[in-house]
Structure formats: structure tokens, C-alpha cells
């Protein structure tokens, strides 16, 4: 069993900061690319951004120069440093880590979600 956990949600003034954890834990025996997703009330999911094995990040336009996508692959863990937040950075937050299993295929993982609230 492969298990994605978010961690670090919760609510947060406009213009503040706030970092999100996911820990990927369990039968694993490589870690490929891992990233972020969110989803606000009413809307599709979207991504936020990636981060490949060696570091190269990709991140969606409203994010840019706000956000930092950063990992630990000795711990199997993606951040998401978030700063300078805004009303519409609201959502659930998602992980999303491609893993292959000992002994098993390549999947992607999704963890369960956290809730980032943004609002004075």
C-alpha cells in the first residue's frame, strides 16, 4: 500500500504565508515527479505546480513568483511554500505523486486534500 498525506492547511490573512506538506509513505520504491493541484468551490480542479526527481519545477501562471514548490527525496516529501496569498488562492489543496511500488506499475497517487482559506 502506497499513502499520500497533505498537511499544513488551514486559514490565513491576505498577504500572508502559509507551507503545505505531503508526505508519500508505504511499499514505494521510486518517487517520480510530485505536485500540487487545488480546488475552489464550484470549480475544476487545476494545477498549481510540479517538480521533477532532479528539481526542475513548472508552476501555473497565478502563482508565479508567489509560490515555491520544493522536495525532500530522502523523505519522500513535496512542499508548497505560499506566500503573498490571496482570496482566490482559496481552496483544497491536492497532492499528486507518481510512484512505482516494489513489485508493482507506476501509478499515480492523490492524498485526501487540505483546505487553504484565504480571507481577513
Known amino acids: 500500500q502506497v499513502q499520500v498525506v497533505e498537511s499544513g492547511g488551514g486559514s490565513v490573512q491576505p498577504g500572508g504565508s502559509l507551507r503545505l506538506s505531503c508526505a508519500a509513505s508505504?511499499?514505494?520504491?521510486?518517487?517520480?515527479?510530485m505536485a500540487w493541484y487545488r480546488q475552489a468551490p464550484g470549480n475544476r480542479r487545476e494545477f498549481v505546480a510540479s517538480?521533477?526527481?532532479?528539481?526542475?519545477?513548472n508552476y501555473v501562471d497565478a502563482v508565479k513568483g508567489r509560490f515555491i514548490i520544493s522536495r525532500d527525496n530522502a523523505k519522500n516529501t513535496v512542499y508548497l511554500q505560499m506566500h503573498d496569498v490571496r482570496p482566490e488562492d482559496t481552496a483544497v489543496y491536492y497532492c499528486?505523486?507518481?510512484?512505482?511500488?516494489?513489485?508493482?506499475?507506476?501509478?499515480?497517487?492523490w492524498g485526501q486534500g487540505t483546505q487553504v482559506t484565504v480571507s481577513s
Open positions: 499528486n505523486a507518481r510512484i512505482m511500488p516494489r513489485n508493482l506499475l507506476e501509478d499515480t497517487y
Open positions: 508505504g511499499n514505494i520504491f521510486t518517487v517520480y515527479d
Open positions: 517538480i521533477s526527481t532532479n528539481g526542475a519545477t
